[in-house]
């Protein structure tokens, strides 16, 4: 009885000592209001595989998707800085109030295309950066949406067709400039979307094929005019305190994984837009993938004096931004 006991702890020690061996050395719970479907999340569980193969197992980062935590986006910068979360996932509207330089991937009609945004990103990047750090934290990566369009039951192809409309936007500058379209718009969270739709709160939204579609919009409305209205960006930030306390080799690999989510993501994004089209249709949805250049032109004109006031208040960044951006 004794050596059978002995022989199993024997084999039991190795298969102990080689679990210990592999267990993570650091673990990361991080928080997103997007569901397991979406872009976004998808994105961060590429960036949470590559960084796992990449720091060989010692970083294992668990996403918590659909705001299953407890947190919102707009608790997310000052929760990661107090510690309470080590890493979030925040789209760049929810973090206007906190400095005005986060609406500018959000700027109506600015970025015409996926090169124009990747372009801007580069651009402000350094100043991103900046006001993470100012907020304990370290900037990963980011990425973009397809552009916004509006999901609605009838199509949007004039300014008389916003008119009261109680539209869901993503931040200030699209309520701006939603309400001087005359249209009702709503800044609403993410997760408060579906329920807003559901019991008629809302009757529009304001967000990209690839969020809508991940959430069933088609369960709330019937048509989807592309408006080609922004592609704001989302960012994953780390807590600053967690990233200088990793050894170096660790640092470069959560910057090399994040560099990597961006390349993927835009590739998805790039991908992806048409397919979103064909999956809304066979949902039996109509969809607009444009519309026509005279509304298109009084949008952007309606969108000039919150463009114009956004620079005012972003100072001297905004001009070296948009100069540099206009230079490319």
Known sequence: MIRSLLVTAATLVPLCLGQVANAADFK???STEYGPNSINTKTD???AQRLSELSDGRIEITIHSGASLGFREKDHLFAVA???LPIATTVSGTLAGVDPIFLLSSLPF????????RKLWEIARPHYEAVFEKYGQKLIHAGWIDPSGIWANKEIAAVEDLENLRIRTYDATGTRVLNALNASPLQISWSDVVPQLATGSIS???????????SNFWDYTNTFTQINYAMPLTFVHLNLETYNALPEDLKDAVMQAGKEATEWRAEQVRKNQAAKYEELRAHDMTVFES??????????KAAQPIIDDWKEKTGDRAN???????AQ
Do not use: N, R
Not at 110 to 115: G, I, L, Y
Not at 291 to 300: I, Q
């Open 28 to 30: 990361w719970d991080q």
């Open 45 to 47: 569980e590429f960036y």
């Open 82 to 84: 107090d510690g309470a």
């Open 110 to 117: 600015t970025a015409k295309d996926f090169d124009d945004v």
């Open 204 to 214: 529009a939204v304001l967000t990209g094929v690839d969020g809508g579609a991940a």
């Open 291 to 300: 519309v026509d250049p005279a509304f298109a032109a009084k949008l952007s």
């Open 320 to 326: 070296q931004i948009l100069d540099a951006f206009d």
